[in-house]
C-alpha cells in the first residue's frame, strides 16, 4: 500500500473534518475543521494553542489524529497511509534533530546517495552560512554537539533549511521554524525553500510584514 500510487495528481487537497489532536482535551476540547488547497504557496494561520503544530505534524504523517477523519484529495488517511505520507511531506519546525556528527553527516540525514560536497555548500550559500562554513577549518567536517547544542539557535534554524533544500518533497510545511531570524534572512530562505517546491507556512495572528511573493 503506497500512498504515492493513490495521490497520482499530488497533494492537492487537505481536509480536517471534526478533528481533536489529543485525548480530547486539544485546544481547549475543541474540534478542529479545515478544507484548503495548495498550489504553491499556502500561510496557516492562527494563535498560540490554536493546533498549528498539530495539524502541521498531523499532514506530515507524524501523527494521527485522536478523532475525526484527516483525508488527502478526498481519501481517508489512516495508520497504513503515514509511511508513503512521511516520504512526501517534511516538516521543518522551530526544534530541527541533529545528532553528534558532522555538519554534512547532520545535513545527509534522510537524504537518498548522490549528494556531492558542491550541492551541500549550495544549500548552505542559499541560508547564508557560507562565509561562516567557509572560516571553519573543518568546514563540512565541522563537528555538531548533540542537539547542535554548540550552535546558536538561528545557525540550527539556517541548517535545517539547508538540509531542507536537500531533500526531495511534493509539500514543505515550515511550522515556525525560522522565527530566531531577522525578517530580511526568513524572507530570503522562504524564497528559496518557495523556488524548490510547495509550501505551506504556519505563523501565529497575523504575517506582520514577511513578504513573499505568491505566484
Known amino acids: 500500500f503506497d500512498v504515492g500510487i493513490i495521490f497520482r495528481k499530488g497533494l492537492n487537497e487537505f481536509s480536517f473534518q471534526n478533528i481533536i489532536c489529543h485525548n480530547g482535551l486539544s485546544n481547549g476540547g475543541k474540534q478542529i475543521n479545515l478544507k484548503f488547497g495548495i498550489d504553491n504557496l499556502v500561510f496557516l494561520l492562527g494563535c498560540n494553542g490554536s493546533g498549528k503544530s498539530s495539524v502541521s505534524r498531523i499532514m506530515a504523517g507524524l501523527r494521527l ?120 534572512a526568513q524572507e530570503q530562505i522562504l524564497a528559496r525553500l518557495k523556488s524548490h517546491g510547495r509550501v505551506l507556512i504556519t505563523k501565529v495572528n497575523s504575517l506582520h510584514s514577511l513578504s513573499v511573493e505568491v505566484q
Open 65 to 184: 489524529p485522536f478523532s475525526g477523519d484527516f483525508r488527502i484529495n478526498g481519501m481517508l488517511m489512516d495508520s497504513k497511509c503515514v509511511p508513503g505520507l512521511c516520504r512526501r511531506v517534511l516538516l521543518l519546525n522551530d526544534t530541527p534533530y541533529f545528532f553528534e556528527g558532522t555538519i554534512r553527516e547532520n545535513l545527509l540525514y534522510g537524504n537518498v546517495s548522490g549528494i556531492s560536497d558542491k550541492m551541500i555548500l549550495e544549500s548552505i550559500a542559499d541560508v547564508g552560512l557560507d562565509n561562516w562554513v567557509a572560516a571553519l577549518p573543518e568546514r563540512l567536517d565541522y563537528h555538531l554537539a548533540d542537539g547542535a547544542l554548540n550552535l546558536s539557535n538561528g545557525q540550527r534554524q539556517r541548517l535545517a533549511s539547508a538540509r531542507a533544500l536537500l531533500r526531495e518533497w511534493d509539500l514543505l510545511i515550515v511550522d515556525e521554524a525560522l522565527t530566531g531570524l531577522s525578517l530580511s
